[in-house]
Every structure is written in structure tokens, then in C-alpha cells.
């Protein structure tokens, strides 16, 4: 902003910016960046839960082809909890804000048969993303009747 004053036959001119003007560019510059932050922070949280629910399908998988390949002669499983799952003798558990939401298997453990791979539930697996009592968002695997993830 210019502004011109006027003195005994002398005009100055002052360059800068108001504090008006300064004020406005922070709030816009702050109101952006805060919109950036949240929208990174929401994407990290999705591709956090996504990460887990990709292992925990890739652990269902392999608890199957151990069962295919009838691995130590017996039937193959693999069991779900709130904030764990169990297979192949491991218990592993998933990020503190990753948890089970609910299934529709009738059961917390799902046993794959020797040779066929077929499952002893199908249905579905239901994982949130929470933080506090907020539940950010969802994943879902589906089990089909041949044991193949849907």
C-alpha cells in the first residue's frame, strides 16, 4: 500500500504493508495450513488402518495355504481378538488404535481343513480406526465359503 503525505510542498511516499493487510494474509496463510495438516492427518490414519487390515488378510492367507499344504498333518487356524490375532503359533498385535469392531463369522477363531482349505465360518470381519471414543474409519474382510479373501 502506498500512501502519500503531503508537507509544505513535498509529497513523501511510504511503502509497506498495513497491519490490516498483514493480519489478513496470517489468517488466510493459518486457515490453509490447517486445512493441509487435517487432510495429512486423515490420510495417514486411513493408510494406517489399511496397512494392518492388509497384513491381517495376508496372515488369513497363509494360515489357508499352511492348511492346503496340510503343514504338520492337522487343520490350520487362526483366531481374532479385540487388538490381536493368533496363527501359526504367533500372537501378533496390531496398532493400539486398530481394533476388531465386530464379525459375523459366529466365532472368534476360523479353522482352515487340510488339503480342501475350505473354512469352518465365513462372514465378515469388521476393523476401526479409533481414537478415543471416535471411531475414525472402517475396514471389512470377507471370508467366502472357499476360504478366499473377498
Known amino acids: 500500500m502506498i500512501i502519500n503525505t503531503k508537507t509544505k510542498n513535498k509529497t513523501q511516499t511510504q511503502k509497506g504493508f498495513s497491519f490490516i493487510e498483514m493480519i489478513i494474509s496470517l489468517s488466510i496463510l493459518v486457515m490453509i495450513s490447517s486445512l493441509i495438516f487435517f487432510s495429512f492427518n486423515s490420510l495417514n490414519n486411513k493408510q494406517s488402518l489399511d496397512k ?3 497384513f491381517i488378510k495376508s ?22 481378538s479385540s487388538s490381536s490375532i493368533t496363527y501359526d503359533g504367533k500372537t501378533i498385535n496390531l496398532e493400539s488404535n486398530i481394533l476388531l469392531s465386530y464379525y459375523t463369522t459366529g466365532t472368534s477363531t476360523i479353522s482352515f ?38
Open 52 to 54: 494392518q487390515v492388509d
Open 59 to 80: 496372515s488369513i492367507n497363509q494360515t489357508r495355504i499352511n492348511a492346503i499344504n496340510s503343514k504338520n498333518a492337522v487343520n490350520q487356524s487362526i483366531q481374532f
Open 113 to 150: 481343513y487340510r488339503i480342501s482349505g475350505f473354512p469352518s465360518a465365513t462372514g465378515t470381519l469388521v476393523y476401526k480406526l479409533q481414537q478415543g471414543s471416535t471411531v475414525i474409519s472402517t475396514s471389512s474382510i470377507i471370508i467366502n465359503n472357499l476360504g478366499i479373501i473377498e
